[in-house]
């Protein structure tokens, strides 16, 4: 898979960090850095969104005059792409012995799923974003223990985006289809009252069904049923 130039590169992360008179931050603020930039605009996008990042929003948020950012940063696509790859950094769980690389895989996917989740507008960037070290990191140790287990090189990629495809449909399906109790059982009972043109799908009663995490949990034991190795 060919990626873009790595998100979390950035021409003015190797800078020593002095910035002309003019771009100091006020005194009583902590002194302006990358990472307090990157976590800033985490905050603002969790609270505003994507359509709430303006560089001149951030710098207010830190306190800063907006032109100082630049020393950090090349631009807004630049903290775009860093504040994605903070959001999915991946820390495996301890060594067990017991674990099997079906649950190494659901770990991943599940923690994956829910990070994303945390930060709803992460999934909307992902998609369209230079592929950071955190998530390149993640597809690494998937695709790894994806071949450990007997995947054939000749299928690692679809496999891999299956599961990409999997996780990403199911995050934003799960982050903007969040209808209320009472808007499921008044889409219910519209159904039912349909149910001769959609028979099926009234009797399971779809519209309110509101267990995402067993249906992605379900759904990803289908999708790794059908990657377990023959025997």
Known sequence: ????????????????????????????????????????????????????????????RLGAGAMS??????????????????????????VDASRDWRGDVVHMLEDWRASMLRHPWSTSLLPRRALGPNILGRLELLSKTLSGA??????????????????IGATTTRANFDLSDDDRTAAQQRLTGLSQDYP???????LLDNDWDGAFRKGLDFLLDGLAPRQ
């Open 150 to 167: 007997g995947v054939a090189d000749a299928d690692l990629n679809v496999a891999l985006w299956s599961l990409w495809n999997f996780v």
């Open 69 to 94: 950012l630049y020393w950090h940063v090349d631009n807004k696509e630049k903290v775009f792409d860093l504040a994605l790859d903070s959001v999915l950094e991946y820390r495996p769980p301890e």
């Open 1 to 60: 898979m060919a990626a873009k130039r790595s998100g979390a590169e950035s021409k003015g992360s190797g800078r020593t960090g002095e910035s002309p008179q003019s771009g100091q931050e006020p005194r009583n603020e902590p002194p302006l850095s990358l990472e307090r930039i990157v976590a800033t605009a985490v905050e603002l996008l969790d609270a505003e969104g994507v359509d709430g990042l303006k560089m001149r929003r951030l710098a207010d």
């Open 200 to 206: 099926t799908i009234e009797r399971s009663r779809l």
